[in-house]
Structures are given as C-alpha cells and as structure tokens.
C-alpha cells in the first residue's frame, strides 16, 4: 500500500512564502514522476509542477519564477517552494507520483495525497 501525505499548508500573508512538503511510504520500488496539483474552490484541478527521474522540471507558465518543486529520492519526498505568494494561490495542493510498487510490477501507477490547504489573506 501507497500512501502520500502533504504536510506544510496554511495561513499566509500576500507576499509570502510557504513551504510544502510531501512524503511517499509504503511499498515503493520506484518513483518516476512527482508532481503537485492544485484545486481552488469551484474550480478543477490544475497542474502546478512536476519532476522527474534526473531532476528534469516542468511548470505552469502562469507560476514560472514563483514556485520551485524539489525532491529528495532517498527520502522519497517532493517539495514545493512558493514565493511571493497571492490570493488566487488559495487553494487545496495536492500531491501526486507515479510509483512502480515492485521490481515484478511492469508499470508504474498514478498516486495522490489528501491534499492540504493553503490560504492566501491579509
């Protein structure tokens, strides 16, 4: 079983910055893609920012510059650093992967994270 859980949301300031974190556990072979998502509310979900295997990034053009995603292979985590932050970042971020369980699995499977709420106010 595969679980990943976001951890890092909150209340900030326009003009802030936030740090989320994401953690991977469970049977874990390996790990292809790590992404971060983002649903504000009434609205679908957006793509935020992915990497890959050999650190290979991938952003929204509309947050080019203010987010940055990183990620830690030995400690199967992603981050997303977020600056310079602005009202309509409010939103749930969730976290997603594409994990392969076992070296027998043959594919790799899409993951994702409860989500946690950042909220952007004065």
């Known amino acids: 079983q595969v679980q990943l859980v976001e951890s890092g949301g909150g209340l900030v300031q326009p003009g802030g910055s936030l740090r989320l974190s994401c953690s991977v556990s469970?049977?874990?072979?390996?790990?292809?893609?790590m992404a971060w998502y983002r649903q504000a509310p009434g609205k679908q979900r957006d793509f935020v920012a992915r990497?890959?295997?050999?650190?290979?990034?991938t952003y929204a053009d509309s947050l080019k510059g203010r987010f940055t995603i990183s990620r830690d292979n030995a400690q199967n985590m992603v981050y997303l650093q977020m600056n310079s932050l602005k009202p309509e970042d409010t939103a749930v971020y969730y976290c997603?992967?594409?994990?392969?369980?076992?070296?027998?699995?043959?594919?790799?499977?899409?993951?994702w994270g409860q989500g946690t709420q950042l909220t952007v106010s004065s």
């Open positions: 990497i890959v295997s050999g650190n290979r990034t």
């Open positions: 997603y992967a594409t994990i392969q369980e076992t070296a027998d699995s043959g594919s790799y499977r899409p993951y």
């Open positions: 469970g049977t874990i072979f390996s790990i292809y893609a």
